[in-house]
């Protein structure tokens, strides 16, 4: 567990996401819960030992599987953006099992213990931006779409920290799969441009190591470069399983990803067509 400032913690080496917390006077914060069951106990036991009262909140900053499967385990009410509520809504009482295969797949050890458990219902949502607290303890939820719909960033002004979720990720594909990548390159050029952003200066990202802004790059480019490819793909009028042939191209980007080599193939063909499906329904409002 790293401090970031006082009463402000991180874990970053859980497999899958990055996770956070805020102890308040009311009580702990949480940001995200880990992919995994013995890890989302463990950090439960953490969070425990830092402030043995129950949790106030818990944050999912999207629906992305990896961050809604295991909430039951820090037992705390579910603080959402309205799409992430929608999402979860959609669920007949448990959770896809496409969602499990997934974790299996990228991480089949700490997959065993995945179940199909009942869906967790959020108690509050959100449109677009929440403040929870005050002074230094300020957190401002902000509704920024770009992996998903339901994206939020939580922001702490006063401290010049800012949890990105999955808009930004550290020496990792960035996951397009269900990504308005659109929406996304202008979540971030406001993230390098926007005043109010002026005094972050440490960014936790959804995936991988702390990091600054200059990380936000590397994340800018993978997604440009893959538009650009599957725009030019789409003029050609290549069929959208040809795109399969770019793969190794957009692996490349990241060597260093921590998963199964299998998964990752998988993971970036599925970024390519989904931003194929993306392209072609922006044409015509293009053309226009």
């Given at each position: 567990m790293i401090q970031l400032a006082d009463k402000v913690f991180v874990e970053t080496t859980y497999?899958?996401?990055?996770v956070g917390a805020v102890v308040t006077r009311k009580g702990t914060v949480c940001i995200d819960t880990p992919s995994f069951p013995r890890d989302a106990r463990h950090w439960a036991m953490r969070l425990h030992q830092v402030q043995p009262h129950?949790?106030?909140?818990?944050?999912?900053?999207?629906?992305h599987g990896d961050r809604i499967l295991n909430t039951r385990w820090l037992n705390a009410p579910i603080v959402v953006q309205n799409f992430t509520e929608q999402r979860l809504n959609s669920y007949e009482k448990r959770y896809p099992q496409a969602l499990l295969d997934s974790l299996v797949a990228r991480n089949p050890e700490c997959g065993r213990e995945l179940l199909n458990s009942?869906?967790?219902?959020?108690?509050?949502?959100?449109?677009q931006d929440m403040t929870i607290g005050n002074g230094r303890q300020r957190m401002v939820l902000l509704h920024r779409p770009g992996p998903t719909r339901g994206t939020v960033w939580v922001h702490l002004p006063e401290?010049?920290?800012l949890f990105t979720s999955d808009s930004v990720v550290v020496d990792e594909q960035p996951p397009l799969a269900q990504a308005d990548s659109q929406q996304?390159?202008?979540?971030?050029?406001?993230?390098?441009?926007?005043?109010?952003?002026?005094g972050v200066q440490t960014i936790v990202p959804g995936r991988g190591s702390i990091c600054d802004k200059s990380a936000i790059?590397?994340?800018?480019?993978?997604?440009?470069?893959?538009?650009?490819?599957?725009?030019?793909?789409?003029?050609?009028?290549?069929p959208r399983e040809a795109l399969s042939r770019h793969v190794a191209e957009f692996m490349s980007y990241f060597p260093t990803a921590p998963w199964p080599r299998e998964w990752l193939v998988r993971q970036t063909r599925l970024s390519l067509e989904h931003l194929y499906d993306e392209i072609k329904w922006e044409q015509p409002a293009h053309i226009l």
């Open positions: 497999p899958g996401v990055n129950a949790l106030l909140f818990l944050l999912l900053t999207d629906y009942p869906v967790e219902q959020p108690a509050l949502s959100f449109a401290l010049g920290i996304w390159l202008d979540s971030l050029a406001q993230l390098q441009k926007d005043e109010r952003f002026a790059e590397p994340v800018v480019r993978y997604i440009s470069d893959m538009r650009t490819v599957v725009r030019d793909h789409w003029q050609q009028e290549l």
